[in-house]
T-cell receptor, first 115, second 117 residues
Framework: AQKITQTQPGMFVQEKEAVTLDCTYD???????LFWYKQPSSGEMIFLIY??????QNATEGRYSLNFQKARKSANLVISASQLGDSAMYFC????????????FGTGTRLLVSP | SAVISQKPSRDICQRGTSLTIQCQVD?????MFWYRQQPGQSLTLIAT?????????ESGFVIDKFPISRPNLTFSTLTVSNMSPEDSSIYLC??????????????FGPGTRLTVT
């Protein structure tokens, strides 16, 4: 079974609008972490935001926020006030276990921001 | 945040040859990892680079094909051996440490774009 599922292969949003990128996960661990990364066409992986399974509040980093719904096992990324530079691939990833473990990645969502 | 550099940034290699990719982190990190991203695909972990001992490989990856070294806490190398066109991918180094707020941070290098002809 897929550990991380991103059901949206592509998303379109107009500049200045908000957009939600979906991510659901599957784990039996109580302790885990969820990450979102942005990959522009240059290929680098840019860390955006992290949510720990025990964090009671949703993580926020500037225009990025993570809508963490633990019971539904979802960790959607919300980008507010989209900018043209937000056009990129976005990957959701999960780390299982309480210590440093590998990340398992979803298949990604390509976001295109139009003027 | 940790700054991670990789060399080379890209290379075009002939089949049957080997390429060694270097990864340097600007601060001591707990863990270092090597990932592969085949064209149009997501990232797949090759191995965890362990300082001073043999790397831990994921299923489908073997040491003879992808030998890894990590002589200290800030440096690691990945060699892609006896290359074939199927090895054409982006290879990314990743490093992780605990953030100041107690959360985990895991960063990636800029990647090495490898094309095998």
């Amino acid at each position: 079974a897929q550990k991380i599922t991103q059901t949206q292969p592509g998303m379109f949003v107009q500049e200045k609008e908000a957009v939600t990128l979906d991510c659901t996960y599957d784990t039996s661990d109580q302790s885990y972490g969820l990450f979102w990364y942005k990959q522009p066409s240059s290929g680098e992986m840019i860390f955006l935001i992290y949510q720990g399974s025990y964090d009671e509040q949703n993580a926020t980093e500037g225009r990025y926020s993570l809508n963490f719904q633990k019971a539904r096992k979802s960790a959607n990324l919300v980008i507010s006030a989209s900018q043209l530079g937000d056009s990129a691939m976005y990957f959701c990833a999960m780390r299982e276990g309480g210590s440093f473990q590998k990340l398992v990645f979803g298949t990604g969502t390509r976001l295109l921001v139009s003027p | 945040s940790a700054v991670i550099s990789q060399k080379p940034s890209r290379d075009i290699c002939q089949r049957g040859t080997s390429l060694t990719i270097q990864c340097q982190v600007d601060s001591q990190v707990t863990m270092m990892f090597w990932y592969r991203q085949q064209p149009g695909q997501s990232l797949t972990l090759i191995a965890t680079a362990n300082q001073g001992s043999e790397a831990t490989y994921e299923s489908g990856f073997v040491i003879d094909k992808f030998p890894i070294s990590r002589p200290n806490l800030t440096f690691s190398t990945l060699t892609v051996s006896n290359m074939s066109p199927e090895d054409s991918s982006i290879y990314l180094c990743s490093a992780g440490k605990f953030g100041l707020a107690g959360g985990q941070e895991q960063y990636f290098g800029p990647g090495t774009r490898l094309t095998v002809t």
